[in-house]
């Protein structure tokens, strides 16, 4: 009788971005089965004036350089998770984690929803998928998703999701998002490729 060998696991790559204190960290401590490898340092005087507070007083770390997590969604199916820093100064990293990447997760937070603008167009240009994953803050409003769309002008194929970084089950919804849309327009540039020929 023949001994049946372990099935190797796909590994793909998912990028967790958007803009200061919007949750990454928290997002991919939430998943991670592994202990999470974070890069964060305490907020200093020479930050003052540079990393914008409003909204997140209570923030006293940065990520610096990145976030890393792993989490198996099924037996021939991980996912290691890249958190990128959210601040301008640090954005010459994100070619870095980007490459080989499935997708994106751009979260978003509705009190400073034009910090998220960057990775969005990040994304939009070097044609990662990514979905927009909105950070459902205690005491922060709600918004419909067709208003948060409407006010990151994304197009109609990008999709929006609603979260809690803090939940496991809420932060595995948006990454089963992330690969099913990427699957998807996977699927639709095949198809354009074949009707091509």
């Known amino acids: 009788m023949h001994a049946v060998s372990p099935v190797e696991p796909l590994t793909l790559k998912i990028l967790v971005a958007g803009g200061f204190g919007v949750g990454k960290t928290t ?6 089965e592994i202990r999470p490898l974070r890069t964060e340092e305490r907020l200093s005087e020479p930050g003052v004036g540079v990393d914008d507070t409003g909204g997140v007083e209570g923030k ?4 610096v350089a990145m976030d ?3 989490i198996t969604l099924r037996e021939d199916l991980v996912l290691y998770l890249f958190g990128t820093p959210g601040q301008d100064r640090f954005w010459f990293l994100w070619d870095e984690l980007a490459q ?4 994106a997760v751009v979260l978003a937070d509705t009190r400073r929803l034009a910090d998220c603008f960057a990775a969005i167009d990040y994304f939009e240009r070097r044609a990662i998928p990514f979905v927009v ?3 459902c803050f205690d005491g922060a409003d709600r918004h419909p998703v067709v208003t948060v769309r409407t006010a990151l002008d994304l197009d109609p194929g990008v999709p929006v999701l609603l979260c ?4 496991r089950e809420s932060v595995k919804d ?4 992330v690969v099913e849309h990427a699957m998807s327009l996977a699927r639709e ?3 354009s490729l074949s009707a091509g020929a």
């Open 27 to 32: 997002l991919v401590s939430a998943v991670s």
């Open 60 to 63: 006293s770390t940065t990520t």
């Open 68 to 70: 890393f997590g792993r």
């Open 100 to 103: 080989g990447s499935l997708g």
């Open 133 to 135: 994953a909105v950070n």
């Open 164 to 167: 809690d970084a803090r939940d």
């Open 174 to 177: 948006v990454l089963v998002g």
């Open 189 to 191: 540039r095949r198809r």
